[in-house]
T-cell receptor
Framework: AQSVAQPEDQVNVAEGNPLTVKCTYS??????LFWYVQYPNRGLQFLLK??????LVKGSYGFEAEFNKSQTSFHLKKPSALVSDSALYFC????????FGAGTTVTVRA | EAQVTQNPRYLITVTGKKLTVTCSQN?????MSWYRQDPGLGLRQIYY???????DKGDVPEGYKVSRKEKRNFPLILESPSPNQTSLYFC????????????FGQGTRLTVV
């Protein structure tokens, strides 16, 4: 069975500071990992994915994620957060279907 | 524009009154699915479809039905809604194959009283 865990319900950072949203996964075989973002009253939007290759994946809106096989982690990062990054972030793993974590609410204060 | 369209966006209904939430995609995707989102639980898959006339249960299928008569449409049916089905529902589609990102509709907020 596949699963992901997002250990933090909330992350609060000041604008301009680095942002990290944590995710760990469990899957048999090669993992396909995703990050999605949900803004208020909107559907989920794809940010980035890891399939294979370089462990540092770059995505939309300046986000990147680091895949670490030994730690089974796929943390989302942004070097300098913006107030507009405030949203709900979901990590997901895909085998034959997508399985989502519980989500992390990010609040970036001005 | 590539999109997944759900209707209605908001719905308040009474216990036991059958309802259908429609979902349509214009990307010719084979794979479609329905999720419900509840606080602290993330998104849980209700049903999915690998192609026309092929559907299967997800993680929380009880109380729901689906059909896939056409490739673009994947309606979610609640035959007898109950208050525990009050939730935010999302339809998603993707092309066939693992590792391909899903496209989501804007969601349907359902309240059953």
């Amino acid at each position: 069975a596949q699963s992901v865990a997002q250990p933090e319900d909330q992350v609060n950072v000041a604008e301009g500071n680095p942002l990290t949203v944590k995710c760990t996964y469990s899957v048999s075989g090669n993992p396909y990992l995703f990050w999605y973002v949900q803004y208020p009253n909107r559907g989920l939007q794809f940010l980035l994915k890891y399939i294979t290759g370089d462990n540092l994946v770059k995505g939309s809106y300046g986000f990147e994620a680091e895949f670490n096989k030994s730690q089974t982690s796929f943390h989302l990062k942004k070097p300098s957060a913006l107030v507009s990054d405030s949203a709900l972030y979901f990590c997901a793993v895909s085998d034959y279907k997508l399985s989502f974590g519980a989500g992390t609410t990010v609040t970036v204060r001005a | 524009e590539a999109q997944v369209t759900q209707n209605p966006r908001y719905l308040i209904t009474v216990t036991g009154k059958k309802l259908t939430v429609t979902c349509s995609q214009n990307m010719n995707h084979e794979y479609m699915s329905w999720y419900r989102q509840d606080p602290g639980l993330g998104l849980r898959q209700i049903y999915y479809s690998m192609n026309v006339e092929v559907t299967d249960k997800g993680d929380v299928p009880e109380g729901y039905k689906v059909s896939r008569k056409e490739k673009r449409n994947f309606p979610l049916i609640l035959e007898s809604p109950s208050p525990n089905q009050t939730s935010l529902y999302f339809c998603a589609s993707s092309a066939r194959g693992t590792g391909l990102e899903a496209f989501f509709g804007q969601g349907t907020r359902l309240t059953v009283v």
